[in-house]
């Protein structure tokens, strides 16, 4: 590797046009040929990137209020790192998706789940657009991946499926809340899409 020693460049970084990259590695600089970044845009890649972009825009919005974005903060305390950033760490980690996805009422389905919050504080939450119900089995989630958890009777609606943070709780408030629910989402690799978690039944 190529190194050198200059009184007028002693700390010198990024790119000079397409050609040459400078850095540090371990307090010494260095620097190499420019390569464009391999990015053949797969549809596992965008399935991904579209699981960030779901996960970074739910917590958007749900983060207006002051007080939970406190409580998430609160909650990362121990990680040394920030409330967004544990919640799309937990969300990028957790995969959550039902079968059947929609039938005739009353309609039995089973929700299978990778669970990447801590199992301590992990919950399954259940949302019929208006109502939150929390539907955690009494022995809590299970390690693992692919884990099940049969709900059934769902009446006629649309219901979104959520691995939530049963934990995270602002001063008053009791779970289920909507703030700590987390993702609703299964990156699909075969369309490149990010699948939601959704049954409806007519």
């Known amino acids: 590797m190529p190194k050198w020693k200059s009184p007028l460049f002693s700390d010198i970084r990024n790119a000079i046009g397409d050609n040459v990259v400078f850095s540090t590695w371990k307090g010494r600089p260095f620097f190499r040929s ?3 970044p391999a990015n053949p845009n797969t549809l596992k890649q965008q399935a991904q990137r579209a699981n960030s972009t779901d996960l970074v825009k739910r917590f958007q919005s749900i983060m207006a209020d002051p007080d939970v974005l406190a409580a998430w903060n609160e909650s990362a305390l121990p990680y040394l790192i920030s409330g967004y950033n544990v919640f799309v760490k937990w969300g990028r ?3 959550i998706s ?4 929609s039938g005739s009422a009353p309609l039995d389905v089973v929700v299978t789940y990778t669970c990447g919050i801590p199992l301590a504080r992990a919950k399954l939450f259940k949302f019929d657009g208006t109502d ?3 539907i955690t089995p009494v022995g809590g989630l299970e390690a693992g991946e692919d884990k099940t958890v049969e709900v059934d009777a769902l009446a006629a609606g649309t219901y979104y499926f959520f691995l939530a943070d049963g934990d995270t709780l602002v001063v008053g408030d009791s779970t289920p ?6 993702t609703k989402w299964k990156p699909n690799e075969t369309t490149g899409a990010d699948d939601e978690a959704v049954t409806v039944s007519s």
């Open 98 to 101: 039902v079968s059947p996805s």
């Open 93 to 95: 980690k957790s995969v």
């Open 177 to 182: 809340m909507a703030y700590q629910a987390i």
């Open 34 to 36: 420019y390569v464009i």
């Open 132 to 134: 939150w119900t929390d």
